[in-house]
């Protein structure tokens, strides 16, 4: 498998490099993909893609047809990999989580645990989407709040991101 992202199409080779088909195409409809980053097989040979710009992980079967959504609450999905006994892993990469997707009992779709960091469970595995966005939110905010944290210089106007680049300019102006 390749994944062309400017494209967002996936080409599929055989052992020995040829060419076989391709599938998905720049898009947000569904078999469509905006940045393929992971691609794994899954037991029964079907493909699976993490979409990482429409933030989804989909299945397609062997022969590159759309089969379904296996989740769209992934912010950043990046690689993905299949575990044994039908686990599915996700890694978010902006928020540094993988997700861990087991076959429900049927094998007919993944239910949805995420783990965060080298934790290895965390204290309600039964988290909501809803609670997983509201902490992704509070993620993102701190973020932007730690980009936006400045310390000004006391003998002019700059303003510094780190304490180290305060004390650097104060040494180039002879202050300390």
Known sequence: FASDQ??????????????????????????????PRGICTG???NIIVADNGNKR???????GRFLRHITTDIE???????????LLLVADYGLREVTILPMDQSHAQWTD????????LEETPTTTVQQKRQARKRMRIARKTWRRATLPCSHCSRKFRARIGLTSHLRTLGMT
Not at 57 to 63: G, S
């Open 113 to 120: 645990s995420t783990h965060s960091g080298a934790t290895a």
């Open 76 to 86: 950043d999905p990046q690689p993905v990999a299949m575990a044994p006994q039908g």
């Open 43 to 45: 037991r029964a040979g």
């Open 57 to 63: 992980v989909e299945l397609f079967d062997r022969t």
């Open 6 to 35: 400017q494209n967002g199409t996936v080409y599929v080779y055989n052992e020995d490099g040829q060419f076989l088909f391709e599938f998905g195409g720049k898009g947000t409809d569904e078999g469509q993909l905006l940045g």
